[in-house]
């Protein structure tokens, strides 16, 4: 620091020479060894040997200076501690003194603070929970996940066969080990008293060791559990062993019966596991060199997933190239099943948060909106009260405060406000988080839990302390500006504004505004988005259809046709209940198909390069469209000649019909379905309306129907129609199954109608929140407006009735407020319409049906913030008119 | 003779028992009433001088010594009086103990 050129240390007051505590005590030893030297020199000794003898019997002076240098920093170091504390112990007293003092301004403050802090905390729990906590793993940023990318575009995350799996887990460079697992768990039927429909996953044993997961209970599967068809062992998951099998700790080891084969556990999965492939009740081990010994399960069909672990030193991005250049030699080895497909590799926190990241990285940000408003409206607020409390500012500065202290007073008032409202804001995030837990628990991953934990709790606290410092801030120092003299003297203009106070109060409302605009823009642009979704057409009518899974336990119904006879009977049956007007069956329901295969139209073309167009899959009973009211374009719907024994038919959807047959020569045309080129033709017999299988998407992706009698499955969807409520019939309906064969689990029984309602919550709670940040931070926007204008009308008040006096009319008084006010909305309105651009491109990903820059959810928008901000300003503007010039200027 | 551990900081105190004095008038009066005796460096008065104002026992202010120089002055505080009488009472006994056991012949 010595050799700082002099203007540094001029511009920045850096200390002369040596500091003050080393010059004081230089000085008080020269002034003893002075004394000492005359003393002596008094005594007769030359002053030349006194002074030395001194400096002799004093000890090395220079030791002893740094000695209590040292000595007095220490004091001085503890001093100011405690003056700091003793200051800021006053200024909290000072600050509640001053907050009960006017309690109605306090409560206001608190609320407000509390909502804006409140919103922050809640969606920071849900953001912490799913993008940042970490997953149920082991060093989970290490995890990666392959997916099949279907070149047609259909699928960017489809499933792997068993092949690639193999060669994948050989050929890779970039991981320490790689793990199978099917990518959806299946139904099964755990027998016992009251037989249950559970979730089964099929897992390579090494999944665990992968992913890092110790059994809580026994151990965890071993690679030869998976050997062979002899050992039956299973992995059972902490939910499940409390729910189904009681919490038993003597379970490990023990038998269960699943689908009527005896399986010997191996294990308890920890609490809180949940699988790559979803959540499930019980792991089997799975051996893929089983399914290579047959070649259409070897490479033909995909179902399986892949994770793997980097090894150290390598990037997701390294593993993405050495992964991909496998999927290309696969490709060129194995075209007819490869080349449809390229290999992706995605960070496994990315495949399991899916498509949640988008709609919480808005909500934070709209909940950061509203905050920012908070703030505005606050600083506004203190704003006037600071002008209001600028003689006690002066009396307190007369009295010897400095003005540092009393922005620091200020400061530590505000921050008070902020921790009173972020811990009432915590309390209302914790009810809010409890909601979102009730509603929206299928919305989002699985792992997720949502609650504050000590770091949400910590994220709020220093949100409210920086909250404190944002709104207090801006008065604190206007404060400082303020001239004490003359405000101690002249008493009749205490209550004017000073020009630079109200040009920074129309700022402030000019950013409320601004903020407003955009968050509202963006709630409408979703309202827009989310309408456009419901209203339009699925395709079918789901209005009073019942659907229940039925699952048959393949023990007892080993043949086709036995499967088949008992659906037949059971839909017979329930065809027989009063108020029932159609039953039909499906392997899977509407909007959630999931398979999907590969198309070859005979006679045409193959396609280019090899890449297989692909399309959904669905089997389905005779009646199913009748029932679900999809629409019979042309030809026919399945019958009884599409038997097993008959040829094989199909049905596509017209989208499919325009996409392979643009002549429009579909009907009777032959095509083939899945991997094998040589599979026997299908004959397409008819064509039916669209159905949008996924209901966030416009258009309507080609589906291909297969009749129930040619694709015969042990579990179904039946899909009952009724003219009557739905879930009445249930009670029914589980009297004519048990009637038929008590043994045989049903489950998800439920309106149609409702599924569906609950496959748009996650598009819905968005817009919902959305939407009450919107119309909060409106409520904000016009109290700052209202404030504003009631500030500027009261500090002219006087002039008001001197204009009055000298002949002004009312409308000219009124004319003079609005056109100062007037211009900080109009500021605001054109700095919303900045934010709008931005706010637009933030939720363009979430946009359905609708433009990102949308007239009329911007029109509807900019006239709901006008119109507020109107009546906000009705009632001060009404107010100045009213001016009485005899009281005012009495 | 060398100091004791804790003498200095009682021989200081007891010095400042009087009213303000500054450092070399401390040293002054040590001397004066050991008879010389004691040895000890003046600085190890003036580092003692500072911790006891360091533990709340003096405290000091510049002043205008009797040579019109710029001096400065240490006081005891409430606190230091009752640390001296604290130690004067353990410091005879201590002594009286000493001198007692050495007596018997």
Known sequence: MADLPHGIRRAFRLALGRPPIEQEVDAEIDFHLEMRAAELVERGMAPEAALAEARRRFGDTHEWGMAMSEVDRERVARSERAEWLSDLRQDLHFGARSALRSPLFTLLAVVTLALGIGANAAVFGVVKSVLLDALPYADADRLVRVYGRFLDGSNDRGPLSAGTVTDIAARQRSFVGTAAFATLPRESILEGDEPRVVQVEWAEPKLFRVLGVKAALGRTLRDDDAVGDTAFTVMVTYAAWQQLLGGDPGVVGGTIDINGITRTVAGVLPRGFVGPGGDADFYYPLDVRLLLRDPISARGSGWLGVVGRLKPGVTVDGARRDVAAIGADLAREYPRDNGSITLSTVPLRDSMVGDTRTPLLVLMASAGLVLLITCANLAGALLSRTISRRKEFAVRMALGAGRGRLVRQLLTESALLAIAGGVAGIALAEGGLAMLRRLASRALPSYAELSLDPGALLFTFVLALCTGIAFGLVPALSARRSNTQATLRDESRSATESRPSRRLRGVLVAAQIALCVSLLAGAGLLIRSLAALTSASLGFNAGGVLSVNVQLPADRYRSLEEQENFFEQLEERLRGLPGVTGVADATALPTAVMQRNGIRVIGAPPPPDNVLPFALYAGVSDDYFRTLGIPLRSGRTFGPQDGPDGPPTIIISESMARRFWPKGDALGAQMRMGPDPNSTPLTVVGIVGDVRNDPTRPDAEPITYAPARQDVRQSRFLLVRTSGDPLALVRPFRGVLTALDPSVPMRDAMALSAFLSDGLTGRRRPVVLMSAFGALALLLASVGVYAMFAAMAAAREREFGIRVALGSTRREIAALVLRQGAVWMLAGLVGGAAGVVVVARLVSGLLYGVRPLDPVALGITLLTVVACALVALLVPVRRATRVDPITTLR | ?105
């Open chain 2, 1 to 105: 003779m060398d100091l004791l551990k804790g003498t200095l900081d009682v021989l200081v105190l007891k010095a400042l028992t009087w009213g303000p004095r500054h450092g070399y008038a401390v040293a002054r009066w040590i001397e004066d009433a050991t008879t010389g005796q004691l040895q000890v460096e003046d600085g190890a008065l003036y580092h003692a001088l500072h911790r006891l104002e360091k533990q709340g026992w003096v405290e000091s202010e510049w002043g205008v010594s009797e040579a019109n120089r710029r001096a400065r002055y240490y006081t005891l505080t409430r606190a230091g009086r009752r640390q001296l009488a604290a130690k004067t009472a353990t410091w005879t006994r201590y002594a009286e103990a000493v001198f007692a056991a050495l007596r018997t012949a």
